[in-house]
């Protein structure tokens, strides 16, 4: 036995475990300084069949493909090799030392080499990922991260897989087999290298590489208990616990509706509010315990950034490089106080403010970070608690408190588009009928908006020819109040909510649930109908019109006759796609129009946001280039002669994007397309 190799390994290991438990222990005292988040524990058992499931089978990993498999073998490597860590220490003492039971078992050694070369061939991938994305683009999704902190990890996984591979030739060499064998099956070539050398030197060079072993492992402990904010190293062991602890325990995305706002571990009463009720996140202290999570969990991936759309047209936003400020300002010796946003803070309100709340970040994160709660919460401190938010927005609050919709317009010209219907429309007066089978919810958009009002009339005229029995509220309707929510403005969207709630309550009578039927065409209305009401116990069926018009296709209420061939893509709205993932109804409506559909290469989940979501539809954009042009760059790009779209808001966007670009191509609703489709003349 080597004594001064095994001083050093042992005493290190103590040093790195007693460290890294003392570093560990302030870890969970940092967490439970957080506010108390108690909606986070609801169905373990779901919880833990989501979380295996999304971790072992790195379903979100997966977006990108090659990084996925590589970033897999890494893991199991990280796991499958500890007992390699266990041997080292044993050959240390004993050069033939082996584990018992299983470490002469032929199938746990080749298993052994199998994890080895693969975390070994996965992490050079990484690297080598790493550099290539670096190079290429200064705003790559790299852009910002500890690289240094990466680079070092990334060493490390190198050294250990070397040591595993080396111990294993050398351990063939030192036993009695003479030629290739099953024990030996992948390094066995090797160990004939090593065959010529001496017992003796084959001991000591085993002693020396298992110290290396260990000492490379404890030394990378030592060090990450010494940076608790080095998230590219603490996600190994936290990032379990941050998806298991997600917002839903069955998997689902958390976007959709925003949760409701915690003071101290309960939902505030806006009717009622405590004294000491904390309204948002404005300091260290009023993060919960599960941002605290999450922040601390960040691997500096830059996934979020790959796919922000504030980050990709020079605005001072990337959803990483808000995690990373604000773990760094919550793990460090602040005053619990000192402010979140503002100037001299950790976050600009540059950066807060240019958020569109797409979820393309947090539809991207593999550790399920839940970036746009975070910035939602920041927003509400400074809007109800600072009064500091972007001028424009002072208008549209004021707008939608006076008026019930953002743009400031007459209640009583909610109905004028009626009038330019040559078809009856069904306006309610008190409770619905019973032979009334939808409420056409029609958005304030849908009323006011001239290209969106087109939208709203072919949605009403295919309707009435497939014999749809639908009403519309015409003047009673207020705004859903979704553009103060994602603005931050919660007390005005409870308003709002509790408004629009009584008049659905007077509409609809006691029918059930199933009964309850709402058609829109916007889906931030949809989103906040169907999802953030129902946090004050008041739930719908929610259709979108792209749903309902490819149910009516299909059971032959409305036929095409005039098929187009015309050339044209189609753009996912953020609300109707990453945020209620639906994606086919409006495809499958084109297609049966006829259309020669060409998807841009951002589509889908990983489709580009207009730009106006989060309350930016009513803010200037006056940094960097703007999202509406970016995106319909993309369109006109397909060479398509028109573009499709199922949001009002997505329609006024890209049509203002195509004019300033001066370009030919046509913004169509799905529902005009099909329209024209189905009408003889």
């Not at 207020?478 to 603005?487: H, L, V, Y």
Request: charged share 20%; aromatic share 10%.
């Amino acid at each position: 036995m080597n004594l001064t190799l095994a001083a050093i390994s042992y005493g290190i290991t103590v040093v790195a475990l007693v460290l890294l438990a003392i570093r560990t222990k302030k870890l969970i005292g940092i967490y439970k300084k957080g506010q108390p988040d108690p909606t986070r524990g609801n169905d373990k058992k779901q919880r833990f069949k989501m979380a295996f499931g999304e971790i072992f089978g790195h379903t979100k990993m997966f977006n990108f493909t090659v990084v996925g498999f590589a970033h897999w073998f890494v893991m199991i490597g990280f796991f499958a090799l500890f007992g390699t860590l266990i041997t080292a220490y044993g050959q240390l003492i004993d050069p033939r030392f082996a584990l018992p039971y299983i470490g002469h078992f032929w199938v746990y050694e080749y298993l052994t080499e199998l994890v080895a070369w693969a975390t070994g061939i996965g992490i050079v991938a990484l690297i080598g990922i790493r550099q290539v994305t670096l190079r290429r683009n200064k705003r790559s999704r790299f852009a910002g991260s500890g690289n240094g902190k990466a680079y070092y990890v990334e060493a490390t996984i190198l050294l250990i897989v070397f040591c595993v591979i080396a111990l294993r030739g050398l351990e063939g060499a030192i036993s009695d087999y003479t030629s290739w064998n099953r024990h030996f099956i992948t390094t066995w070539f090797i160990a004939a290298m090593f065959k010529s050398m001496t017992l003796t030197q084959l001991e000591t060079w085993i002693q020396i590489v298992a110290a290396i072993k260990i000492v490379g492992s404890m030394t990378w402990f030592i060090v990450i208990a010494s940076n608790l904010t080095m998230g590219v190293a603490w996600h190994r062991f936290l990032a379990p616990f941050n998806i298991f602890f997600r917002r839903n325990a069955d998997g689902k995305s958390s976007l959709g509706a925003l949760p409701p706002m915690m003071s101290h571990g309960k939902e505030i009463d806006f009717e009622d509010p405590k004294e000491d009720d904390v309204f948002g996140l404005g300091t260290r202290a009023d993060i919960s315990w599960k941002g605290l999570l999450d922040m601390s969990t960040c691997t500096e991936c830059g996934r979020c950034q790959s796919q922000c759309p504030a980050w990709h047209t020079e605005k001072p936003l990337s959803p990483k490089l808000l995690i990373m400020a604000m773990r760094d300002h919550a793990f460090a010796k602040t005053v619990e106080n000192e402010a979140l946003v503002g100037e001299n803070s950790p976050i600009s309100l540059d950066v807060l403010w240019s958020c569109t709340t797409c979820g393309a970040c947090v539809n991207e994160c593999p550790v399920d970070i839940e970036h746009v709660d975070h910035i939602v919460n920041m927003r509400r401190f400074q809007v109800l608690v600072e009064s500091e938010f972007p001028s424009e927005l002072g208008g549209t609050f004021r707008n939608l408190e006076k008026a019930g919709n953002p743009w400031g317009a007459n209640r009583s010209d909610r109905e004028a588009w009626i009038a330019e219907c040559d078809f009856p429309i069904n306006v309610v007066e008190g409770e619905l009928p019973e032979e009334v089978e939808y409420l056409f919810w029609v958005g304030c958009a849908g009323a006011y908006e001239e290209r969106a009002k087109k939208t709203t009339k072919a949605v009403a005229e295919l309707l009435y020819m497939a014999g749809v029995n639908f009403a519309v509220l015409g003047k009673k309707e207020t705004c859903t109040g979704d553009p103060a929510r994602r603005a931050g403005n919660e007390f005005l969207y409870q308003i709002l909510a509790r408004e629009n709630i009584e008049t659905f309550k007077e509409t609809f009578g006691d029918r059930p649930k199933g009964k309850k039927k709402v058609v829109v065409t916007c889906p931030h209305c949809f989103t906040t109908i169907g999802r953030d009401y129902g946090q004050q116990g008041y739930e719908l069926e929610m259709v979108h019109h792209t749903q309902l018009l490819n149910q009516l296709l299909r059971e032959k209420k409305l036929l095409p006759i005039k098929m187009s061939h015309t050339a044209m893509t189609f753009h996912d709205p953020c609300y109707l796609g990453r945020h209620n993932e639906i994606y086919q109804p409006p495809r499958e409506i084109l297609e049966a129009t006829g259309v020669e559909l060409t998807e841009m290469p951002r589509n889908k989940e990983r489709s580009f946001c207009c730009g106006a979501g989060g309350g930016r539809m009513w803010m200037e954009e006056k940094i960097g280039t703007r999202i509406n042009i970016n995106r319909v760059e993309e369109a006109i790009a397909t060479g398509a002669t028109e573009l499709a779209v199922a949001c009002p808001f997505c329609r006024v966007m890209t049509s203002d994007g195509m004019n300033a670009k001066e370009s030919a191509v046509e913004v169509l609703d799905v529902a005009q397309v099909l329209l024209r489709s189905v009408k003889e003349s």
